[in-house]
């Protein structure tokens, strides 16, 4: 059973078949999950070897099923996160891995996964520094929450813009469905630009905005289509930064570190920043795992406004964005 919106979220993966020991105990073998993994084993990746995109919805057991819109796996599968790993290649740079298992009808290992938060480059030899199995939903968690980055400016109850990073629980912030909310609370982590962490930069003006706003790949943007210049049917949408990007308008920003910050209402919103109407924080059964433990068991099981799927089924396919211009068509048809 899923919770939450029914969209899917998409990840870059490789396959256990991609990566093997070439030194070590288990020289020789495929990586694995982590009660086969021996720490300072010695792992590369296959030449020539690309990630797949795995599409994965969250359940309410802390395992994730398979969407439809998968180019790898089994859609409606289960997959069960393992552990998070720690890699070090020569040059002393590490890389965070996580390792995620798909299962069968009958609970038998189908495939696994690995996703990796940076670059993994084919003839590095990455050593295993690290395994932890108890952090894996926390560090999968961060990657799911929807988050703002330091600086952007957030519109207030007042018409005020005050910086992300100024804001705190009790504030009053202008939302686009129900007026005037109150923040139940602000998170905040910081990690680096790189991967699946890398923000999105949407430069000023690409869809009327004010000034540059950079928000996680993930990030929601809402817009009204005044046209249906996409072709998606219908005139409100939700559509990821991460499938506009074209290089020029909208970029990866990549290096260094990023400040993230995650604003949570008691049900799921649109709010504005830097101009531009954006989501707040979902909680489902993945991004729970940010929560404060006393505020993740004061809120029960389901929360409503969350659980009830207030926007479902204005998500856009990354296929119809699948476009160069696709900012450009969504600047003009939210324009006229």
């Given amino acids: 059973m899923t919770t939450g919106s029914l969209s899917s979220q998409s ?16 020289m020789g073998d495929v990586i694995s999950f982590s009660s086969e993994l021996i720490m300072d084993d010695v792992y590369e990746l296959d030449f020539g070897a690309e990630p797949a995109r795995l599409s994965l919805t969250a359940r ?6 398979i969407g439809h819109d998968t180019s790898i796996g089994t859609p409606d599968g289960a997959v069960h996160l393992d552990s998070a790993l720690m890699f070090m290649s020569p040059d002393g740079s590490t890389c965070d891995v996580l390792v995620m298992v798909e299962v069968d009808t009958e609970g038998n290992v189908a495939e696994v996964y690995l996703l990796p938060f940076s670059t993994l480059n084919a003839g590095v030899e990455y050593r295993l520094v690290g395994i932890d199995r108890d952090q894996a939903h926390a560090k999968f ?10 600086g952007t400016h957030i519109t207030m109850a007042s018409g005020a813009q005050k910086p992300v990073e100024e804001l705190a629980e009790g504030d009053r912030v202008l939302t686009r469905d129900d007026g005037v909310q109150t923040l139940r609370w602000v998170g905040s982590s910081t990690t680096r630009a790189v991967g699946e962490f890398a923000p999105i930069r949407i430069r000023a003006g690409t869809l009327n905005n004010d000034a540059d706003l950079l928000v996680s790949p993930d990030h929601r943007l809402f817009i009204y289509q005044r046209t249906d210049e996409l072709g998606a049917g219908r005139s409100e949408l939700l559509v990821k930064a991460r499938h506009l990007v074209n290089g020029e308008t909208v ?3 990549e290096g260094g570190f990023v400040d993230y910050f995650q604003l949570l209402f008691d049900s799921h919103q649109i709010i504005y920043a830097e101009g531009i109407a954006a989501e707040s924080m979902l909680i489902t059964s993945r991004t729970r795992a940010v929560l404060p433990s006393d505020l993740s068991q004061s809120l029960g099981a389901h929360v409503p406004g969350h659980s ?9 396919s990354e296929g119809l964005l699948k476009r160069p211009d696709a900012a450009a068509m969504l600047k003009k048809a939210s324009s006229r």
Avoid: E, K
């Avoid at 990840?11 to 288990?26: E, K, M």
């Fill in 251 to 253: 970029t990866v920003a």
């Fill in 60 to 65: 309410d057991d802390a395992s994730f099923g």
């Fill in 141 to 150: 968690a961060q990657v799911a929450c929807v988050s703002f980055t330091r």
């Fill in 308 to 316: 009830d799927l207030p926007h479902a089924g204005l998500d856009v």
């Fill in 11 to 26: 990840v870059p993966v490789y396959t256990a078949g991609q990566i093997r020991a070439t030194d070590g105990a288990n």
